[in-house]
């Protein structure tokens, strides 16, 4: 099976650089994304790390070592907005489905 | 395009009635999946489907049954609502080598 860990609360000051990590365990897999959500809303894409390595889209970067079996989601320069839960997501070997971790609720204080 | 859309929004079910929930979506997806979403849970795949006609079993598939007789549509029945199945439940698509799902707004389910 797959199981993937992640923090349940994270607080970070607005402006300043926040890391959410994600640990799996997992006999094989593509990929690693990662998603938002804001209360009430639905999931949305944010990243995916197919390779080792850093991926950066705006504010947002995201990095995977397969050798540590571990991924992060970094994010810079926060904004009030940027309050919401994130979760860490395996697509499985067979290319088909996504495991998501339980989230990792992101709270950005003045 | 609308994306990803799922009817209804809202439903309340007393133990033992039956409904279905129905997701469209309009990006000509092969890949479709249905979640729940539980608090402290995060999201749980039930069933998923890879192209029309075709349905596997996720995570936690006990007490749902779907279909996908049309590429654009999956449905999602329970036959017999328990309280255990109150949640919110999401769909989603993929195309076939696409990095992103798009996910629906969600419909929120109580079973009395």
């Known amino acids: 099976g797959q199981s993937l860990e992640q923090p349940s609360e994270v607080t970070a000051v607005e402006g300043a650089i926040v890391q959410i990590n994600c640990t799996y365990q997992?006999?094989?897999?593509?990929?690693l994304s990662w998603y938002q959500q804001h209360d009430g809303g639905a999931p949305t894409f944010l990243s995916y790390?197919?390779?080792?390595g850093l991926e950066e889209t705006g504010r947002f970067s995201s990095f995977l070592s397969r050798s540590d079996s571990y991924g992060y989601l970094l994010l810079q320069e926060l904004q009030m907005k940027d309050s919401a839960s994130y979760f860490c997501?395996?697509?499985?070997?067979?290319?088909?489905?996504?495991?998501f971790g339980k989230g990792t609720s992101l709270l950005v204080t003045p | 395009n609308a994306g990803v859309t799922q009817t209804p929004k809202f439903r309340v079910l007393k133990t033992g009635q039956s409904m279905t929930l129905l997701c469209a979506q309009d990006?000509?997806?092969?890949?479709m999946y249905w979640y729940r979403q539980d608090p402290g849970m995060g999201l749980r795949l039930i069933h998923y489907?890879?192209?029309?006609?075709?349905?596997a079993k996720g995570e936690v598939p006990d007490g749902y049954n779907v279909s996908r007789l049309k590429k654009q549509n999956f449905l999602l029945g329970l036959e017999s609502a328990a309280p255990s199945q109150t949640s919110v439940y999401f769909c989603?698509?993929?195309?076939?080598?696409?990095?992103?799902?798009?996910f629906g707004p969600g419909t929120r389910l109580t079973v009395l």
């Open positions: 997992t006999s094989g897999f593509y990929g």
């Open positions: 989603a698509s993929r195309r076939l080598a696409g990095d992103e799902q798009f």
């Open positions: 790390n197919g390779l080792d």
């Open positions: 990006m000509n997806h092969e890949y």
């Open positions: 997501a395996i697509l499985a070997n067979s290319g088909y489905a996504l495991n």
């Open positions: 489907s890879v192209g029309e006609g075709t349905t």
